[in-house]
């Protein structure tokens, strides 16, 4: 693209960038990206409203407009961005452990998704609390497939989990609590709210 630009002139450029999985070929994100700005921003705000009219999270962001204040402001940043970050209607991803605010850990899944972000939406958003623990179920055959290998029963986690579930973090610097971890998620998922339960059952957490 040539342009010719007379001196002081101010020019903006807008840059869209679309992004998609490789195990999703049928979808094409460049026709959304290629939309106009105002009409994005409408449908952001259309996805937005019924997630933040849920009691949990209406309650927690009403008493934050009260006063702008440093210890009312980062609860409402933290569930931005937790509600940011889950996606109900992908049960194949989980959160990384940067969420979306950066690349370190390459967007790897660790058990603090299930310890500190799965209460949240147990409590807020039950949709994407399953999804998250249905991430688990897929990536269970890799678990016990880990848990063979280390000649344990029952499954191992990994501490680092990307799309298939297999251990992407060395085997000299994993430690158990990962298995811990996702039994307590299922624990507090059955506990806390109806959600349906897994098409077999079962959570992974076999006894060994």
């Not at 507090?188 to 709210?193: G, H, L």
Request: hydrophobic letters at 40%; a neutral charge; glycine letters at 8%.
């Amino acid at each position: 693209m040539d342009l010719e630009i007379p001196p002081g002139q101010v020019v903006c450029f807008e840059r869209l960038v679309a992004v998609t999985r490789s195990d999703a070929l049928d979808q094409d994100p460049g026709a959304e990206a290629r939309t106009s700005s105002t009409s994005r921003v409408a449908s952001a705000g259309a996805a937005w409203s019924p997630i933040t009219r849920r009691p949990g999270q209406a309650a927690a962001l009403r008493r934050g407009r009260d006063r702008w204040d440093e210890a009312r402001s980062r609860p409402r940043f933290a569930i931005y961005h937790l509600n940011g970050a889950a996606n109900p209607a992908d049960e194949r991803v989980s959160i990384g452990a940067r969420a979306l605010t950066g690349d370190d850990y390459l967007g790897h899944v660790f058990w603090d998704t299930e310890i500190y972000l799965l209460p949240f939406y147990i409590l807020t958003w039950p949709e994407a609390a399953r999804a998250l623990l249905m991430y688990r179920f897929h990536t269970l055959d890799a678990a016990r497939a880990k848990a063979v290998r280390l000649g344990w029963r029952g499954a191992l986690y990994a501490w680092e989990s990307a799309d298939t579930g297999a251990e992407a973090c060395p085997e000299q610097v994993i430690v158990r609590i990962a298995r811990s971890s996702m039994c307590l998620a299922a624990g507090w998922s059955s506990t806390s709210a109806p959600m349906s339960p897994t098409p077999s059952g079962n959570t992974g957490c076999d006894r060994g």
